[in-house]
C-alpha cells in the first residue's frame, strides 16, 4: 500500500553533536540559588567554533592554597584560571564551578574565569613573614596552560615572581604552551627549583580529539617531556586517568614513549565519576560509543566498589578490585621494563630566605 506522507517529516532530529567540545550537555548547578553571573561580560574572544568560550576578569583575595587531601600528592597549588577550555570530560575540577554560579558540564570549559591579578597575589603571599618556602603546584585543579594563556601570560608572570623569590614550584599540563617559557624554567631547574608533570591520557589522536579535544596533540606532549628533560628540568608523566575499557591497553605503549623521550618517572589513576561528572561522562559516552557504553561504566563501577564516584581515600585514585589490579600490574611493569621508577623529586627549600628578605645580603 503506497504511503500517504512522508513519515521522516515527525522523527525528532538527531541531537547536534559539539565538536572541538567535551561535555555535550550542561548538568544543573545544585547551587541554583548562588548565581555568579547571568550574563558575564566577553572579554577576550577568538574562538570561531558553533559555542563560544567567554573569559571573565575575578579578583581573588588569595592565590595559594592549601591542599588538605593526604593523597593528592602536593600541599599546596595555585591556579590562574577557573574552568578549562581544554574540555577533558572525565575532568574531576568540572564539579568546582558549580561553586561559582555554573554548570560542571559545557558551562565548564566555555566560561574560563580568569585572575589577572594572580603574580601580584602570589609576590605578596612569599613576602609574608608567615611563609615558609614549600612546593607550590600550579594546575592542581585547572590547567595553567590552557588556550588563553598564549595571549595572557598570567603563568609566565607567575613563574617570574617564583624566579624573583627562588621559591620551588611544580608544574602539571597536558599543553606543550610550557615550552614558552623554556628560559625561566631553565633558570629554576638549575637551582633545583621546578619539576614539571605532563599529563598523557592516549597516544590515540582520534580518541584524544573526543576525550579531550582542545588540548595538546600527544606527538606534541611527546615532544614536549623530549624537550624539557633535554634542558634538565625533571619530568614526571601522569597517565591520568587510565579508563578500563577505553584506554588501559595503551599504558606500556605510553611508557615506552614517554621513557624514550626522557622522563624520569610515571604515575596513574585510575578514573573517578564523582558529582555531575557521572552523568557528563555517560552522555559523552552513550554519544561517541554506544556499543561498549554500558560495558566502560561497568568495568568503571568495578573499580570503585559498584559505583562510578568515589570518595575514600587511599582508594580512590588507585581503585580497588581486579580491573585495578590488573592496571596497577601493566604500571608496574612498565617501570621497571623502561627504568620509570625514579624517587620522587625534592626541590630546594634553602634559597628562599635569602631572597625573601633581598637586604639581608647586603650583611
Request: charged fraction near 25%; proline fraction near 4%.
Given at each position: 500500500?503506497?504511503?500517504?506522507?512522508?513519515?521522516?517529516?515527525?522523527?525528532?532530529?538527531?541531537?547536534?553533536?559539539?565538536?572541538?567540545?567535551?561535555?555535550?550537555?550542561?548538568?544543573?548547578?545544585?547551587?541554583?540559588?548562588?548565581?555568579?553571573?547571568?550574563?558575564?561580560?566577553?572579554?577576550?574572544?577568538?574562538?570561531?567554533?558553533?559555542?563560544?568560550?567567554?573569559?571573565?576578569?575575578?579578583?581573588?583575595?588569595?592565590?595559594?592554597?592549601?591542599?588538605?587531601?593526604?593523597?593528592?600528592?602536593?600541599?599546596?597549588?595555585?591556579?590562574?584560571?577557573?574552568?578549562?577550555?581544554?574540555?577533558?570530560?572525565?575532568?574531576?575540577?568540572?564539579?568546582?564551578?558549580?561553586?561559582?554560579?555554573?554548570?560542571?558540564?559545557?558551562?565548564?570549559?566555555?566560561?574560563?574565569?580568569?585572575?589577572?591579578?594572580?603574580?601580584?597575589?602570589?609576590?605578596?603571599?612569599?613576602?609574608?613573614?608567615?611563609?615558609?618556602?614549600?612546593?607550590?603546584?600550579?594546575?592542581?585543579?585547572?590547567?595553567?596552560?590552557?588556550?588563553?594563556?598564549?595571549?595572557?601570560?598570567?603563568?609566565?608572570?607567575?613563574?617570574?615572581?617564583?624566579?624573583?623569590?627562588?621559591?620551588?614550584?611544580?608544574?602539571?599540563?597536558?599543553?606543550?604552551?610550557?615550552?614558552?617559557?623554556?628560559?625561566?624554567?631553565?633558570?629554576?631547574?638549575?637551582h633545583n627549583l621546578v619539576h614539571a608533570s605532563i599529563s598523557l591520557t592516549t597516544l590515540d589522536m582520534e580518541l584524544q580529539n573526543k576525550?579531550?579535544?582542545?588540548?595538546?596533540?600527544?606527538?606534541?606532549?611527546?615532544?614536549?617531556?623530549?624537550?624539557?628533560?633535554?634542558?634538565?628540568?625533571?619530568?614526571?608523566?601522569?597517565?591520568?586517568?587510565?579508563?578500563?575499557?577505553?584506554?588501559?591497553?595503551?599504558?606500556?605503549?605510553?611508557?615506552?614513549?614517554?621513557?624514550?623521550?626522557?622522563?624520569?618517572?610515571?604515575?596513574?589513576?585510575?578514573?573517578?565519576?564523582?558529582?555531575?561528572?557521572?552523568?557528563?561522562?555517560?552522555?559523552?559516552?552513550?554519544?561517541?560509543?554506544?556499543?561498549?557504553?554500558?560495558?566502560?561504566?561497568?568495568?568503571?563501577?568495578?573499580?570503585?566498589?559498584?559505583?562510578?564516584?568515589?570518595?575514600?581515600?587511599?582508594?580512590?585514585?588507585?581503585?580497588?578490585?581486579?580491573?585495578?589490579?590488573?592496571?596497577?600490574?601493566?604500571?608496574?611493569?612498565?617501570?621497571?621494563?623502561?627504568?620509570?621508577?625514579?624517587?620522587?623529586?625534592?626541590?630546594?627549600?634553602d634559597m628562599y630566605e635569602q631572597f625573601k628578605y633581598p637586604q639581608l645580603k647586603l650583611f
Amino acid at each position: 500500500m503506497e504511503e500517504l506522507f512522508d513519515t521522516q517529516q515527525f522523527q525528532e532530529p538527531a541531537p547536534r553533536y559539539l565538536k572541538g567540545r567535551g561535555a555535550q550537555i550542561n548538568t544543573p548547578n545544585r547551587f541554583e540559588n548562588q548565581i555568579y553571573d547571568k550574563n558575564p561580560t566577553v572579554t577576550w574572544e577568538d574562538d570561531q567554533t558553533q559555542i563560544k568560550t567567554q573569559y571573565i576578569d575575578v579578583h581573588a583575595k588569595s592565590i595559594v592554597n592549601k591542599v588538605e587531601s593526604s593523597d593528592v600528592g602536593m600541599e599546596y597549588s595555585l591556579n590562574p584560571y577557573q574552568g578549562c577550555e581544554h574540555g577533558c570530560v572525565y575532568c574531576y575540577a568540572r564539579n568546582t564551578h558549580a561553586y561559582w554560579g555554573y554548570s560542571a558540564g559545557l558551562d565548564f570549559e566555555q566560561k574560563i574565569l580568569v585572575k589577572k591579578d594572580a603574580p601580584a597575589l602570589l609576590a605578596k603571599k612569599l613576602r609574608s613573614k608567615n611563609w615558609t618556602a614549600a612546593p607550590i603546584v600550579m594546575s592542581g585543579n585547572t590547567d595553567c596552560y590552557q588556550p588563553i594563556e598564549r595571549k595572557l601570560e598570567i603563568t609566565r608572570k607567575l613563574l617570574e615572581v617564583f624566579w624573583q623569590f627562588r621559591h620551588p614550584v611544580g608544574l602539571i599540563t597536558k599543553n606543550n604552551l610550557i615550552l614558552r617559557d623554556m628560559d625561566i624554567l631553565t633558570k629554576l631547574a638549575a637551582h633545583n627549583l621546578v619539576h614539571a608533570s605532563i599529563s598523557l591520557t592516549t597516544l590515540d589522536m582520534e580518541l584524544q580529539n573526543k576525550l579531550e579535544p582542545r588540548t595538546a596533540h600527544p606527538l606534541n606532549r611527546l615532544k614536549a617531556i623530549e624537550k624539557l628533560a633535554a634542558n634538565g628540568i625533571p619530568v614526571n608523566v601522569m597517565l591520568a586517568p587510565i579508563i578500563p575499557g577505553l584506554n588501559e591497553h595503551e599504558i606500556l605503549k605510553m611508557a615506552e614513549a614517554v621513557a624514550e623521550r626522557g622522563a624520569t618517572s610515571i604515575t596513574h589513576i585510575v578514573v573517578r565519576l564523582n558529582g555531575d561528572i557521572g552523568e557528563i561522562f555517560t552522555d559523552w559516552l552513550e554519544k561517541n560509543f554506544p556499543d561498549r557504553a554500558q560495558k566502560i561504566l561497568n568495568k568503571i563501577k568495578e573499580t570503585h566498589g559498584g559505583q562510578l564516584n568515589d570518595s575514600r581515600v587511599g582508594t580512590r585514585m588507585s581503585g580497588e578490585g581486579k580491573i585495578a589490579k590488573i592496571i596497577a600490574d601493566q604500571v608496574k611493569l612498565a617501570r621497571k621494563k623502561y627504568g620509570l621508577n625514579k624517587k620522587k623529586i625534592s626541590l630546594n627549600l634553602d634559597m628562599y630566605e635569602q631572597f625573601k628578605y633581598p637586604q639581608l645580603k647586603l650583611f
